[in-house]
């Protein structure tokens, strides 16, 4: 059974930052891609950021040059530093992994069950 428990979400004002965290626990073998999703209010849920197995990354355009996806592979964890955040930025921030379990098993897809940011005046 694996675990991906998000943390660091809350309440900021607009032009702040935040550090979002995502560590997976559990029977984990390797790591792939993993990736932060958001779903604002009434909206469908969408792709921010991603990182893949040699430390390369996407984001969407909405979040370049403001938002840094990184990961420790030793704690199995992934960083999502948002600065500059914008009232638009206001969601449910999920992760999303892509890993095995043993080196006998194929790559599972896993979500966690996401972490709120809040950004207001």
């Known amino acids: 059974q694996v675990q991906l428990v998000e943390s660091g979400g809350g309440l900021v004002q607009p032009g702040g930052s935040l550090r979002l965290s995502c560590a997976a626990s559990g029977s984990v073998f390797n790591i792939y891609t993993m990736g932060w999703y958001r779903q604002a209010p009434g909206k469908q849920r969408e792709l921010v950021a991603t990182?893949?197995?040699?430390?390369?990354?996407n984001y969407a355009d909405s979040v370049k040059g403001r938002f840094t996806m990184s990961r420790d592979n030793a704690k199995n964890t992934v960083y999502l530093q948002m600065n500059s955040l914008k009232l638009e930025d206001t969601a449910v921030y999920y992760c999303?992994?892509?890993?095995?379990?043993?080196?006998?098993?194929?790559?599972?897809?896993?979500w966690g069950k996401g972490t709120l940011v809040t950004v207001s005046s």
């Open positions: 990182i893949f197995n040699d430390g390369s990354t």
């Open positions: 999303n992994a892509d890993l095995r379990h043993t080196r006998y098993d194929g790559a599972m897809n896993y």
